[in-house]
């Protein structure tokens, strides 16, 4: 560089060429980038070494020669990060978005300000990208950069790392467009030495976990900023796998702590998929609330036919979105109520999947356990139901507002993370909208595959269900999947069977516990 530095023009000398000159140019430089006619195979690196120069944006450039000045113009856009507090001894960012990000990707020279897109990467291209940089000497404020090929982002995992080790983690279900020459502004993060507020955008019941590390999360009433009251003290009250192995006590979660306001906790040192619940409690002991800690990779978005909705790629809690993996299951849930009971640890037989805890007892429905106030200081116990509640395990009447359909705002029992919420169902609900109908069912991998807009195809396990006495059934035989739709003194439910049968509306009584599959807000 003989001049211009930091400016949009500048001049370069040099002693020797190496190849042809062709009045074409990249940036940065890279030894994979080529040209072939008029297409351009633009390498985006898996990793970038900053050094000390953390401002460096690598932006992505193709040049032409105008009458002897090479003229550079964007080939995509760039996100930019900006971290407060980011603790001593970090020296390494990495995000991961829900399409490719890094490897090669065609650029057609023949437009007139050509472009790399995440759709035109290559078939070895990854959705990670790492940024290296020296170690951190002092608690910093760094702001980061990283170049992205042109597109629509849906979820994004972010984290720092202290040689090798996470420090910090990050992850959400956001939509983000990645434009041309944009300079994608994301959020300002506050590491707080390396605990991620899991509600500092969005609070609810239920919050996802996709790597190792702390977190903290308000201890408020599911998405209403209510306080739940008096907290003396949180603990878990259980963790599974959801499979037939035992967790031991911190397999999952740890360390879990109450202090002004937020429940503090840890993961296991080497992540690993499962769900556990956390509650908070007053000073004698009652639980006050419990919230839903689903770790798992991050759950994706579905687009369904007929703008039915974006569904999740998978049930509530479960930990694997692959037709015939027990970890395809997840959990079971009361019609209403925002606490999960366990699924099956097998594809094809009831058997309930292995916990920490010894779960109460079933309790019949009656005017003091029939109640909202009664389950979610007893979110562990399956509150059954008989003719005289009409198997509902609310006792006195049918309460319509516990979920709430697209209509009304997300109730504060909704057990979907933020963001998401129990579907519409009936005749105008989403399956019935999206035409999910009799097929052939899948008696290998115990589920049925049904067909839509984006990716072309869905998978639902049969994973059975808990009948109104709170005893698991009918894994591998059924799917019962439970909409937030009242049907008279039942709910709305999406039912299918291995005859092949599917019911896009079936009605249900609301004591059952059925898988949920979320939908986007």
């Known amino acids: 560089l003989s001049s211009g530095a930091g400016t949009s023009r500048a001049s370069f000398s040099t002693g020797v060429f190496i190849g042809e000159l062709t009045g074409k140019a990249v940036y940065p430089y890279n030894d994979s980038h080529s040209i072939s006619g008029d297409e351009l195979s633009f390498v985006l690196p898996a990793s ?19 009458d002897g000045t090479i003229r550079f113009n964007h080939l995509a856009g760039v996100m930019r990060f900006v971290f407060r507090n980011a603790p001593v001894g970090t020296d390494k960012f990495q995000i991961t978005l829900d399409k490719k990000i890094n490897g090669t990707f065609a650029a057609d020279l023949t437009e007139v300000l050509p472009v790399i897109k995440t759709s035109d990467a290559s078939s070895e291209s990854e959705k990670t990208v790492t940024l290296k940089f020296d170690a951190l000497q002092a608690v910093s404020d760094i702001c980061l950069y990283v170049p992205l090929p042109i597109g629509t982002y849906n979820s994004l995992e972010l984290g720092l790392y202290d040689d090798g080790q996470a420090v910090w983690t990050y992850s959400k279900s956001v939509t983000n467009t990645v434009s041309r020459k944009s300079l994608k502004l994301m959020p300002t993060l506050d590491i707080e030495g390396g605990v991620v507020d899991l509600s500092e955008n969005e609070i609810a019941n239920s919050y996802i976990i996709s790597a190792a590390g702390s977190y903290k999360f308000s201890t408020v009433k599911g998405n209403s900023g209510e306080s739940v009251g008096v907290v003396e003290d949180a603990e878990v009250l259980w963790e599974t796998f959801g499979t037939d192995v035992t967790p031991n006590v911190g397999d999952l979660v740890k360390n879990v ?19 556990a619940v956390i509650a908070a409690k007053d000073a004698d002991g009652n639980i006050l609330w419990s919230w839903h800690i689903w770790l798992t990779d991050q759950p994706q978005g579905q687009v369904y036919y007929n703008i039915a909705g974006t569904m999740m790629d998978r049930n509530l809690g479960a930990t694997s979105a692959t037709p015939g993996d027990v970890g395809a299951l997840g959990l079971l849930y009361q019609w209403g109520r925002k606490d999960p009971f366990l699924g099956s640890s097998s594809i094809s037989r009831s058997i309930e999947a292995e916990s920490k805890i010894t779960w109460p007892s079933a309790v019949s429905t009656s005017s003091s356990t029939g109640t909202v106030d009664y389950v979610t200081s007893h979110p562990t116990t399956f509150v059954t139901g008989d003719s005289s509640s009409d198997y509902d395990w609310c006792y006195s009447s049918r309460d319509n507002s516990l979920w709430t359909t697209s209509d009304k705002a997300k109730s504060i029992y909704d057990p979907c993370p933020a963001g998401w919420r129990v579907p519409d169902g009936g005749s105008n609900g989403v399956w019935s909208k999206a035409g999910f109908a009799d097929k052939i069912y899948d008696s290998t991998n115990e589920g049925m595959s049904f067909s839509i807009s984006s990716p072309s195809t869905t998978w639902y396990p049969a994973s059975g269900y808990r009948l109104y006495d709170g005893s698991l059934v009918n894994v591998g035989g059924n799917g019962s999947y439970w ?39």
Do not use: W
């Open 257 to 275: 702590s109450y202090k002004n306001g937020e429940v503090t906790f840890q993961t296991a040192d080497t992540f690993t998929r499962g769900n």
């Open 48 to 66: 970038y070494d900053l050094g000390s120069n953390l401002a460096n944006t690598n932006a992505a450039m193709y040049g032409v020669d105008v």
């Open 483 to 521: 909409s937030a739709s009242p049907n008279s003194i039942h709910a709305y439910y999406l039912n299918f069977s291995y005859y092949g049968i599917v019911y896009p509306s079936s009605g249900g009584s609301r004591a059952y516990g059925q898988a949920v599959r979320c939908v986007k807000e």
